[in-house]
């Protein structure tokens, strides 16, 4: 279809194309922005993703993404380590720290539970927050003041992680918590379907 571009750019838009959310016209667009960019932007650009890729690695005790062994928020003596947020993906800690709630800290499980894609806890960071957890309460630390909030998203999958990372937590005695769900800002009630409604009359608050 393109035939006629020359051999450089059109590997240069095959490998946009590769990138989740890029189709084909936006790969030409990007590849066309680059072409009439300054050499020395396109060359910051490119040596930019080759160092990243170089320096970048997962944080040791949460996993999520860090340039040391130990990443900032996990760093960071103000946050609370007793409180752990549980997320599915590094870009679910992105959106949580943008809303500036959460003082606590995260566990990046890289994924949920998905029996049919053949993704089970061992493919996952379970044993990790469970060790983490423990480690916690050997520090004589009270079980019930640690917080357990999990954060998966409302899929089937991310309902059914919910629950077993529940069950596993409980019997350790700590807080488990879920993050709440319902109509979005600006949602309209016949849009919504039935779950979601039910989930946001479970989780009414007391209007002041």
């Known amino acids: 279809m393109s035939s006629f571009l020359p051999e450089s750019l059109q590997k240069v838009i095959d490998e946009f194309s590769r990138l989740p959310g890029i189709g084909p016209k936006s790969a030409q ?3 066309m922005h680059l072409l009439h960019s300054p050499e020395m932007r396109v060359e910051g650009l490119a040596r930019a993703i080759a160092d990243s890729k ?4 997962f944080c040791q005790e949460c996993f999520n993404i860090a340039e040391s062994d130990i ?10 380590k007793r409180q752990i947020c549980v997320v599915e993906e590094i870009l679910d800690v992105i959106a949580l720290e943008r809303t500036k709630q959460l ?6 499980l890289h994924g949920v539970l998905s029996p049919i894609d053949g993704i089970g806890p061992d493919q996952l960071k379970m044993s990790e927050l469970i060790s983490r957890v423990e480690e916690l309460i050997k520090t004589r630390i009270n079980p019930g003041e640690v917080e357990i ?8 999958e991310g309902e059914t992680t919910a629950m077993y990372i529940t069950k596993l937590l409980k019997v350790l005695g700590v807080k488990v918590t879920r993050i709440g769900r319902g109509l979005p800002a600006g949602g309209d009630l016949d849009y919504a379907d039935e779950m979601t409604l039910t989930r946001a009359l479970q989780g009414r608050l007391e209007y002041i």
């Open 29 to 31: 667009r990007l590849a």
């Open 54 to 57: 170089k320096g970048l690695k």
């Open 103 to 108: 003082r606590g800290v995260y566990h990046v």
């Open 149 to 156: 909030i999990i954060a998966t998203n409302p899929s089937l």
């Open 71 to 80: 990443c900032k928020i996990c760093e960071d003596h103000q946050r609370n």
